[in-house]
T-cell receptor, first 117, second 116 residues
Framework: GAVVSQHPSWVICKSGTSVKIECRSLDFQATTMFWYRQFPKQSLMLMATSNEGSKATYEQGVEKDKFLINHASLTLSTLTVTSAHPEDSSFYIC?????????????FGPGTRLTVT | AQKVTQAQTEISVVEKEDVTLDCVYETRDTTYYLFWYKQPPSGELVFLIRRNSFDEQNEISGRYSWNFQKSTSSFNFTITASQVVDSAVYFCALSEAHKGTYKYIFGTGTRLKVLA
């Protein structure tokens, strides 16, 4: 149980275009989803926390107008990188928290590797 | 402030050696969870263990063992008889119910290289 999927697993886009990444909880309802980015040889950096049906909470330094997050249902959150630039190239990982009870654990998706040319 | 420190950036061992990865954490909460994850070159995080703040029992799972000591705020991970397939980056993480967000605080990771 507790499987999280991400799509696509990798994407290449041209500078100036937008790209959308989907994160789905497959066998549980995720009241909270998290988006991370990870640069090579670095740790995961939390970008934002999203709760179903409400606006995402962004971490300090993360541009909310550039990284649009939508958590429209209990099983789906999307991250849209708008007007992508080469410096946005990174590994993006989502995670989901089971809404049942006070669960401290997050379940991670396999990640999406974004390359902006 | 909440913090997770993995002081070892990179460790190299020869196959069959034992290796211990250190993790030290800081928190003001009395209820929290600690985790270890493995990240192989593919990038997907692999869950290894979860431990809550009220359970200080050490755990062993095959070649893996964990030592949780609240007195020193440490949650160390030992691999016995290491194998080449253990080569990966290992992350320690702390989860608190901070204002109900249950955010993770990750350490910077330890890159383990097991040489044949």
């Amino acid at each position: 149980g507790a499987v999280v999927s991400q799509h696509p697993s990798w994407v290449i886009c041209k500078s100036g275009t937008s790209v959308k990444i989907e994160c789905r909880s497959l066998d549980f309802q995720a009241t909270t989803m998290f988006w991370y980015r990870q640069f090579p040889k670095q740790s995961l950096m939390l970008m934002a926390t999203s709760n179903e049906g409400s606006k995402a909470t962004y971490e300090q330094g993360v541009e909310k107008d550039k990284f649009l997050i939508n958590h429209a249902s209990l099983t789906l959150s999307t991250l849209t990188v708008t007007s992508a630039h080469p410096e946005d190239s990174s590994f993006y990982i989502c995670s989901a928290r089971d809404g049942q009870g006070a669960s401290y654990e997050q379940y991670f998706g396999p990640g999406t590797r974004l390359t902006v040319t | 402030a909440q913090k997770v420190t993995q002081a070892q950036t990179e460790i190299s061992v020869v196959e069959k050696e034992d290796v211990t990865l250190d993790c030290v954490y800081e928190t003001r909460d009395t209820t929290y969870y600690l985790f270890w994850y493995k990240q192989p070159p593919s990038g997907e995080l692999v869950f290894l263990i979860r431990r809550n703040s009220f359970d200080e029992q050490n755990e062993i799972s095959g070649r893996y063992s964990w030592n949780f000591q609240k007195s020193t705020s440490s949650f160390n991970f030992t691999i016995t008889a290491s194998q080449v397939v253990d080569s990966a980056v290992y992350f320690c993480a702390l989860s608190e119910a901070h204002k109900g967000t249950y955010k993770y605080i990750f350490g910077t990771g330890t890159r383990l290289k097991v040489l044949a």
